[in-house]
């Protein structure tokens, strides 16, 4: 069989390209770090992954998520706190007021102080977000939860909770509706402020009106312990969901820590391996230029 010119030609060509192809395709690995450079260079590999990187990508919203939550709950936290500050503010107001020398301007006084706490409560429970949301409106995050009425404060809001997904399979309430936080733990906190503040108006004129003042008293000092104690289960609960959140933080630091070495494994390129190639494909690459040369410079001509 006879091979003619143009053939050695053309697979002399064909084979250098071919080696050059390889050399090119190790010079781009080892500049981009990177052993995957087309899903045809490991199918199976580039399914594997794409599907880490899905999943780090969940992760990475779960964080997002958990830090929405924190900064949610810690809003909340703030308002509570300063409602506790306040609940046992009226509670000293209500031990001041059963000293029996007062008189009824004094407790006048007392009244007067009693409705700057009412009016500040009101606004602890109407307080919102950082993201402008009304916190204790339930879904109805537009709407002022509390409105003031006659004998207290009316809610307008709804009994939803707003939840956020915080973990794969964990969805975390990041609000307390307002009825429950102030108006829960058989008691409403606004109609007792109220009702104190009418009480400590009244003068105080015959033995009964000294009796109704301190039996008065006494209900509104056992329905702000209720009060109180309520606000304080709230507080503790939103505090065990903020723990759990830096739980969670860790455990999220810790998968996506996983999915960066799992995708180094799969996509990294084995810089050691890589260069020791780059290095072979490079004298193959010369050799196959200098063969080509030689066959593609042959003749008859040569030997004549």
Known sequence: MRISTQTLFESGAARLGEVQSDLLKIQQQVASGRRILTPSDDPVGTARALEVTQSQ???????????HAKSALVSVEGALESATSLLLDVKTSIVAAGNGSLTDSQRGFLATELRSRFEALLSIANSRDGMGNYQFSGYQTATPPFAETA????YQGDQGQRLLQVDATRQMAISNPGQAVFQGGGQDVFNTLKDLITLLQTPVVTPADAAALSSGLALAGSNTDLALDNVLTVRASVGTRLQEIEALDFAGDDRNLQYTQTLSELQDVDYTQALTQLSQQQFIFEAAQRSFVTVSGLSLFNFL
């Open 57 to 67: 990508s969940i992760n990475t919203q779960h964080g997002v998520n958990r830090q």
């Open 151 to 154: 004998t207290g404060a009316q």
